[in-house]
């Protein structure tokens, strides 16, 4: 019996524990992660629906955001990642990894996780990178399903900013994508603010919460004028850099200071999660 013992503890190999693809799979079959994909497909269909109930046409005189999205899918998917970059993103990727210790810990789990035993940093890695994946997959699935159904609805024509410059529509389609890769390194800095709360607190919802909250609020000083250098600070205060990728000779200063700031914000976050968690009592 000891020399089974002995092989059994010999034989175990950390790295084999918690695979991705057993998470991963894991994740999916969650509701949450079902509904939440399943609302950022259906983002584009639910503002294709409202444009069609809407009149058309600005009252002001003026060609306004609302305006262009209905003249072509490039319009329309530009008007999409305006619509859903500062909230609706932002809950999906703080769903995603607020959700990732927290749930486990609500559900009395995660106690037993570590006695598989899954190394805790391990345990960190594995389920950041599953809700890594999956914010990915919610980044990519908005601007493809908003062509596909632009596309349908009112053709592929050129993407014409309100300054008047166009593109057209493959050289405009790369550039949304490219759009969607960099709302996907600024939202960092919530993944790893969700990730510290999420092995902070055993509410999923609280971990959830509060990035968003935290989000809104580095929003709401963003518009206040008189604080003039500090704004350039707020982890927020990038968000919308992406839109420069929308003129003919793309503006890159915005997005790289943006990025900086995202990755910097996000690591540190990061950093004390995993500290956290490794001096974390998860007994009781």
Not at 92 to 104: K, N, P, R
Not at 206 to 218: C, E, K, L, N
Request: contains cysteine; proline residues 4%.
């Amino acid at each position: 019996m000891s020399a089974l013992t002995t092989d059994r503890a010999l034989g175990y190999a950390p790295e084999h524990t918690l695979r991705l693809r057993v998470e991963l799979v894991r994740q999916l079959k969650r509701r949450r992660t079902q509904v939440a994909l399943l609302l950022t497909a259906l983002l584009p269909v639910i503002l294709w629906a409202a444009f069609g109930l809407a009149t058309r046409g600005s009252t002001t005189g003026a060609v306004t955001l609302v305006d262009l999205a209905q003249t072509s899918a490039p319009n329309f998917t530009v008007f999409a990642l305006f619509a859903s970059a500062s909230f609706l993103l932002v809950v999906v990727v703080a769903l995603f990894f607020g959700d990732t210790i927290a749930s486990e810990a609500s559900w009395s789990s995660l106690r037993y996780l570590l006695a598989v035993p899954v190394p805790r940093a391990r345990l960190l890695r594995q389920k950041a990178i599953v809700a890594g994946l999956l914010s990915l997959v919610a980044l990519v699935v908005l601007p493809v399903v908003s062509l596909i159904v632009g596309s349908l609805a009112y053709g592929s024509g050129d993407l014409v900013s309100p300054n008047g410059e166009s593109l057209e529509f493959w050289p405009a389609a790369a550039r949304l994508l490219l759009a969607a890769g960099y709302l996907a390194i600024h939202l960092f800095w919530v993944a790893g603010l969700a990730l510290l709360l999420s092995v902070a607190t055993d509410a999923p919802l609280g971990a959830v919460g509060g990035a968003v909250m935290v989000s809104i609020i580095s929003q709401i000083l963003n518009t206040i004028t008189a604080l003039e250098d500090l704004r350039d600070y707020l982890p927020t205060h990038y968000g919308n850099a992406w839109a420069d990728l929308l003129a003919d000779q793309v503006d890159w200063s915005d997005m790289t200071r943006g990025a900086f700031s995202s990755v910097l914000y996000g690591t540190a976050f990061c950093a004390l999660a995993v500290w956290r968690f490794r001096t974390k009592d998860v007994t009781s």
